[in-house]
């Protein structure tokens, strides 16, 4: 055990207790066979959740793998190369060969724990990305102007910054947004229904075009 | 010559020089807020560009490109936080020393050695530029491909220790790139019969969600931090003076740059690794490195600088991006069908000489920048991460939602926002699927036409330069191969020594 990282690895490096629970079978024996074996690399730690995500990568290339007969097309009479299958099936069998390997590697080294909170935090920002596509569903509607001072004093509120100070600060990073990407460089964002409710002219026409 | 004057004329005009000042100051001060990045940036800014004429467009991002990392040495010496990822090797001699006190030699050094380093380079190239026009027409199909493969071969054997986890989202990039309609036989490929996936995944779309959505995901789920920095005082001018007493380590530094910012995949990590590695080894004072060294700030900073301009040539001279940000010009070519590649050194040479030109106005720009405002730029590096957070979140949509007002499209760069995330957090590169996608593209169009009069296997490797890349792709992976089981041998011998 000259590697400062590895830690002892129980029903490896250990011999178990009597009745003492060391994993698997198939995780012994996957820690039996690890490249520390064959190589003599010293085995490594894995960082928290590293398993979890390479075995979902690795389930995600199967399960394109067991998808391509019937998502892509097979032409008769046509060179392989030519083939619609051809370049999805190179990239799947490529994904699996590799995260096969990964999930391998991941799995030969030292069980660091943690696998739950890591997944945790893979989670906590999901609810950032539903407050992105609630701002998305407010802009045709409220308008460029209004839907962004509105999601940035939200958030802003959300996250603690709760003071008249960062609430305007908020209010002027979302104007100051606004003026620069629609009023000025003119991109290609869709006016407000909101807008449709004021009276017809040349305000409204403004409003439309530039907020 | 008179391609060249043509191409500074292309240059003066009131639109083209307000777009590189734009870009050259908003990419130092992006650079300089740790957590945004130049990918970040750009891929907001992306979508406001195609409305711009290809010149000004590009200039915009160039600028943005080209001077991230100028600003992202300030945070990297003063707070011990690299602004950009590629500013990290600038803490380890940055930092010690604005702790004994010499903050502003520091940063004097840092900006002298970016600018040395970004000059030299773009000459460089503008000398190289005649034989570029001469070997560029001579890469059809089969070359084209196999630099395509070239670079993804490079692009998972540069992440050493992640190799394996860099294939296997080159390949998930590769695969993205084939989803929706084939483009030769019209096929469906994995769209599920969903109208919103026909089309295929954007680039666009998919750089947002990897970069910007996620770095926004990451700051708002993580801790407040707001780091301060105390103001610099004295001269900058002369600071940046003393980098005349490195001018060995900043020629070697923007050689170490070019050469490998020209290698598809490869980067400023490499070069800053070969510079840094050199200016110790040849150094009166090695153990002096990462205590506060003048001669390994020097290096780092001066090797990093040089790749943008050298990146530039495979994606002019080919069309091949060899890392995520090129990637993205890459789109703005395609966007306002100046198309890079071969025919564009032939037909359009004034256009990268123009290209050239601004690269270098852009690095005069920013030095005299930094010059008046490091102690404006300090407060900036004082926005809280979670707020930083809720401006990149905003910033993000108008870079989504104003390609095709697309509600699938903010979907689908929140699903990748959030693997980008899950990558971060597992401390993997997302840069890969980007290549993958880019370089896979590149690799289905030119494949088919490459293998059109190949009866055997010998036939794609006639040419020599086919044969020189074919040779260059095995060597890669047998040298690779055999320095993994090298290492392995050696750990085993200290393991059995111990």
């Known amino acids: 055990m000259s590697d400062p990282i590895a830690k002892p690895v129980p029903g490896v490096d250990i011999p178990p207790r009597p009745g003492q629970r060391t994993g698997t079978r198939f995780q012994r024996v996957l820690r039996t066979i690890s490249p520390r074996i064959v190589t003599g690399v010293p085995r490594r730690a894995a960082g928290p959740g590293e398993v979890v995500f390479a075995a979902g990568f690795f389930c995600l290339s199967l399960i394109l793998l067991l998808l391509l007969p019937f998502q892509t097309d097979w032409l008769p009479r046509t060179k392989i190369f030519v083939q619609p299958r051809f370049w999805p099936a190179i990239a799947i069998l490529t994904m699996l060969v590799f995260s096969g390997g990964h999930l391998l590697r991941a799995l030969a080294a030292h069980p660091s724990g943690g696998a739950w909170e890591e997944i945790k935090g893979w989670l906590r920002p999901l609810e950032f990305a539903l407050w992105f596509l609630g701002y998305v569903q407010l802009v045709p509607q409220a308008g460029y102007l209004l839907a962004t001072i509105l999601f940035t004093c939200a958030i802003s509120w959300r996250l603690g910054y709760r003071s008249l100070r960062w609430m305007g600060l908020a209010t002027l990073f979302a104007l100051g947004t606004v003026l620069v990407f629609r009023s000025l460089l003119g991109v290609n964002i869709p006016s407000g229904a909101i807008y449709e409710l004021l009276p017809p002219g040349g305000f409204r026409s403004f409003l439309m075009t530039r907020f | ?498």
């Open chain 2, 1 to 498: 010559m008179d391609m060249l004057l043509s191409g500074i004329g292309m240059l003066m005009h009131l639109d083209v020089l307000l777009a590189l000042l734009i870009g050259s100051v908003g990419g130092v001060i992006i650079g300089a807020i740790p957590g945004v990045g130049p990918a970040v940036a750009i891929a907001i800014l992306l979508p406001a560009t195609f409305a711009l004429p290809p010149l000004v467009g590009l200039v915009m991002l160039l600028g943005i490109y080209g001077s991230s990392m100028f600003g992202g040495a300030l945070p990297a010496i003063l707070i011990n936080t690299p602004g950009t990822a590629v500013n990290a090797l600038t803490t380890y001699d940055g930092h010690p020393m604005t702790k004994r006190g010499e903050a502003l030699k520091a940063l004097g050094l840092a900006y002298g050695a970016s600018f040395g380093s970004g000059i030299l380079s773009i000459l460089a190239l503008i000398l190289l530029s005649p034989v570029l026009a001469k070997v560029a027409p001579m890469f059809g199909s089969k070359e084209i491909f196999l630099a395509a493969l070239l670079g993804l071969v490079l692009v998972v054997i540069a992440h050493r220790g992640q190799a394996l986890a860099a294939g296997m989202l080159a390949g998930f990039g590769v695969f993205l790139g084939t989803v929706g309609l084939e483009p030769l036989k019209y096929t469906q490929r994995f769209t599920f019969d969903q109208p919103w996936l026909a089309s295929g995944f954007d680039l666009i779309v998919v750089v947002l969600g990897l970069f910007a959505l996620s770095q926004a995901f990451l700051l708002l789920s993580g801790p407040e931090d707001a780091p301060d920095a105390k103001p610099i005082k004295g001269s900058m001018a002369r600071a940046m003076g003393r980098t005349f007493r490195h001018k060995r380590i900043v020629a070697a530094g923007t050689g170490f740059g070019v050469l490998m910012g020209m290698i598809p995949g490869v980067g400023e990590f490499t070069a800053q690794f070969l510079s840094y590695t050199y200016a110790q080894k040849t150094s009166k004072d090695p153990d002096a490195f990462g205590n506060g060294s003048e001669e390994g700030l020097v290096a780092s900073e001066s090797a990093n600088n040089a790749v943008p301009a050298a990146a530039m040539i495979p994606l002019l001279a080919l069309g091949i991006p060899g890392e995520a940000l090129t990637a993205m010009m890459l789109s703005v070519f395609y966007v306002h069908n100046v198309i890079p590649g071969p025919q564009l050194f032939q037909g359009q040479i004034d256009f990268v000489y123009a290209l050239y030109a601004a690269m270098i106005l852009l690095n005069v720009i920013v030095v005299l920048f930094m010059m008046v405002s490091s102690n404006l730029l300090l407060k900036i590096i004082r926005i809280p991460t979670r707020f930083l957070g809720v401006m990149i979140l905003t910033l993000s949509f108008v870079g989504v939602y104003s390609l095709r007002n697309s509600i699938s499209d903010c979907v689908i760069a929140a699903v990748f926002g959030w693997i980008g995330l899950v990558l971060k957090r597992q401390d993997l590169p997302p840069v890969p699927i980007i290549l993958g996608l880019v370089l896979g593209g590149i690799m289905e169009t030119k494949f088919r036409p490459a293998m059109a009069r190949v009866e055997v296997f010998a036939d794609f490797f006639q040419r020599p330069i086919a044969a020189f890349l074919g040779l260059a792709i095995l060597a890669l992976v047998i040298g690779h191969l055999a320095s993994l089981r090298r290492q392995a041998l050696e750990r085993a011998e200290e393991e059995a020594g111990a």
